[in-house]
């Protein structure tokens, strides 16, 4: 049997077998938002209290003057400058969920001060039910860690800081 097709607002059709996949990763990653293009067609995911939304975005005519951008309501605080890092930051490779440590109750792969080693482990991701050890790029001591247990992070989010 075919998959199912429903017709988007721009004429072109959705795969809904795409956009159930596009939620099961919301579910398993924790992420509050996916979003995939392919073409003229876009297709965004987002988990909003406890319920997760699809919209679609029919793409601009090609003769159309692109619409201003709308001023924002209520501004951000600007963010407190950062005091300059000390160290290198071990980014993340992937989207997944990090775990500090092998298992829970077990001591964590590295803590601040620790001296770590070239391809020490500092911690793993799961990300699509795969657990994915995150090594030490260089040997050095471990600065900061900037993430939590159980904690979901981004494509090229910084993890640990090593010096």
Do not use: W
């Not at 159930?20 to 398993?28: F, M, P, Q, S």
């Not at 073409?39 to 209290?49: P, Y």
């Not at 201003?68 to 997944?96: H, N, Q, Y």
């Amino acid at each position: 049997m075919a998959d199912r097709k429903s017709p988007a607002p721009s004429g072109a059709a959705i795969d809904t077998k795409l956009v159930r996949t596009l939620a099961e990763i919301l579910g398993d990653t924790g992420l509050s938002e996916i979003e995939v293009e392919s073409g003229d067609l876009k297709i965004k995911v987002s988990r909003q209290a406890a319920a997760t939304s699809v919209s679609y975005a029919a793409p601009a005519p090609i003769a159309a003057p692109a619409p201003a951008a709308a001023p924002a309501t209520a501004s951000a605080p600007a963010p407190a400058e950062a005091a300059p890092m000390r160290g290198d930051a071990v980014k993340s490779p992937m989207v997944g969920t990090v775990y500090l440590q092998p298992q829970p109750g077990s001591p964590s792969f590295v803590k601040p001060g620790d001296k770590v080693k070239e391809g020490q482990t500092l911690l793993i991701i799961e990300a699509m039910k795969t657990m994915n050890p995150i090594p030490a790029p260089r040997a050095g001591t471990v600065v900061e860690i900037l993430v939590g247990d159980a904690q979901p992070v981004e494509f090229g989010e910084p993890l640990v800081v090593i010096e």
